[in-house]
């Protein structure tokens, strides 16, 4: 299985409060993303990464930020989080873009009260 | 716009008897299409790779066709075993995008003994 460790597993918490979900991997692969999976919506891309301090924006960004300031961790910030974030947070790497594969963390189950 | 559809349904099938999963897409000029299987509680795990020049991949039990003309990719496990009950994703990454692979939203198998 690829190193990829998602912490914490589980997090309840308050709508307002900021909260980070981080990714960490022990691959050395360039390419990291986050995504959320909510029933009836499947996998969707929030932001990721091609490098140290490279980063870009995916479908469904807004509420979210991210930083990758070393190759293998990638952190997933909720300013201020709202309801609408209450998902499942899925990390994922991949050696490079193009035909490589995804490998993905077990998740983060987050619970916005 | 583009759609990824699975079937929403789950599908019901006997142990020993080959499962066929469909992937339909349109609006997409697909470079290759991956398949994952993702069990309760953990994230997806990669199958499969067919690139759009492609007709069929097989591994072990595994078979995937990639009909372009039709816009749809099936996937087949034969002899199938409780063990196999999951949900499968399929994926597409288009030409001449950022080749990240955009998600359908899964097929549940269950294959009753």
């Known amino acids: 299985d690829a190193g990829i460790t998602q912490s914490p597993r589980h997090k309840v918490t308050e709508t307002g409060t900021p909260v980070t979900l981080r990714c960490h991997q022990t691959?050395?692969?360039?390419?990291m993303y986050w995504y959320r999976q909510d029933p009836g919506h499947g996998l969707r891309l929030i932001h990721y990464?091609?490098?140290?301090?490279?980063?870009d924006k995916g479908e469904v960004s807004d509420g979210y930020s991210v930083s990758r300031s070393k190759t293998e961790d990638f952190l997933l910030t909720l300013e201020s989080a709202t309801s609408s974030q209450t998902s499942v947070y899925f990390c994922?790497?991949?050696?490079?873009?193009?035909?490589?594969?995804?490998?993905f963390g077990d998740g983060t189950r987050l619970s916005i009260l | 716009s583009q759609k990824i559809e699975q079937n929403s349904e789950a599908l019901n099938i006997q142990e020993g008897k080959t499962a066929t999963l469909t992937c339909n897409y349109t609006n997409y000029s697909p470079a290759y299409l991956q398949w994952y299987r993702q069990d309760p509680g953990r994230g997806p795990v990669f199958l499969l790779l067919i690139r759009e020049n492609e007709k069929e991949k097989r591994k072990e039990r595994l078979k995937v066709t990639f009909d372009t003309t039709l816009k749809q990719s099936l996937f087949h496990i034969t002899a199938s075993q409780p063990a196999d009950s999951a949900t499968y994703l399929c994926a597409l990454v288009s030409s001449g995008g950022s080749y990240i692979p955009t998600f359908g939203r899964g097929t549940s198998l269950i294959v009753h003994p």
């Open positions: 994922a790497i991949s050696a490079s873009e193009g035909h490589q594969p995804q490998h």
């Open positions: 990464s091609y490098g140290v301090k490279d980063t």
């Open positions: 691959e050395n692969h360039r390419y």
